[in-house]
């Protein structure tokens, strides 16, 4: 494996225990520093339970918990305006509103991440968890936050624009 597929899969990693351990913490009511320690000592790159757990980018995985869960009050808003009205964030089930808030925690605060690898990361993040439309959704909500968020990035040619 080259090192940049190397880098690309553990950041896949990454991005899968995150969603697992934000799940975790709302559940057990965890904290950020208690989570972080058992993932990272536990789960990553482990077998539990007869599932094998991916490696993962330990310093990425780590800004992903955190900043998810410090701009949880910045991130949260923003997914209520992408969701489809009358389904606000507080109703999704548990795991799903762990993706959402992960993929719009890099959408908004991680700029180094281009916006469609993100939401690719985490349609497929989805995929491990449902059978269902939750891909999809997952999909369509990222895309209405990076349309907003980082509208220049996503912008079309002018050729290609459709108004």
Do not use: C
């Amino acid at each position: 494996m080259s090192k940049n597929s190397q880098t690309k899969s553990e950041r896949s990693g990454a991005r899968l225990a995150v969603v697992q351990a934000l799940y975790e913490m709302e559940i057990s009511g965890k904290g950020t520093i208690e989570a972080l320690a058992e993932f990272e000592a536990f789960w990553i790159g482990s077998e539990v339970e007869g599932i094998q757990h991916p490696p993962a980018d330990a310093a990425f995985f780590r800004d992903l918990l955190r900043g998810t869960v410090d701009e949880q009050r910045a991130i949260d808003p923003v997914l209520d305006k992408a969701l489809v009205k009358g389904w606000p964030l507080k109703r999704i089930e548990a795991v799903l509103r762990a993706i959402l808030r992960a993929g719009a925690y890099e959408l908004l605060f991680r700029r180094d991440v281009p916006a469609r690898s993100a939401i690719s990361e985490y349609v497929d993040v989805a995929h491990s968890f449902y059978e269902g439309d939750e891909p999809g959704l997952v999909n369509g909500v990222l895309d209405r936050v990076a349309r907003d968020v980082r509208a220049e990035e996503l912008a079309l040619p002018a050729a290609g624009r459709q108004g």
